[in-house]
Nanobody, 122 residues
């Protein structure tokens, strides 16, 4: 049984940083494409960043580019999302997902984690 587990969310002031982690039991994350999605209250779930399995290429949406960094530690079987210069509009539940070809399209996701809350507020 595949499970994805996120951690690292919390409350942070604007301009602060958080590092989210996504680990798995039952799945080697180095062999799959992982996307971080986020969902703010009343809004749709959108892809923020992806790391692919074949070349380790990374992708970011416009809101994350320059502030967020996605990376993978194969020894820990973990994918990270380092988030810097956080803004109130980054407030959302963040989900990691197995997302073939980094499609960033919710219906194509194979597995979801349970999500971790990120709140950016003074």
């Amino acid at each position: 049984q595949v499970q994805l587990v996120e951690s690292g969310g919390g409350l942070v002031q604007p301009g602060g940083s958080l590092r989210l982690s996504c680990t798995s039991s039952g799945l080697s994350l180095e062999n799959v494409d992982i996307t971080w999605f986020r969902q703010a209250p009343g809004k749709e779930r959108l892809g923020v960043s992806c790391i692919n399995s074949s070349h380790g290429s990374t992708y970011y949406d416009d809101s994350a580019a320059g502030r967020f960094t996605i990376s993978r530690d194969n020894a820990q079987n973990t994918v990270f999302l380092q988030m810097n210069d956080l803004k109130p509009e980054d407030t959302a539940v963040y989900y990691c997902a197995v997302d073939p070809h980094c499609a960033g399209y919710v219906p194509r996701v194979l597995y979801w984690g349970q999500g971790t809350q990120v709140t950016v507020s003074s």
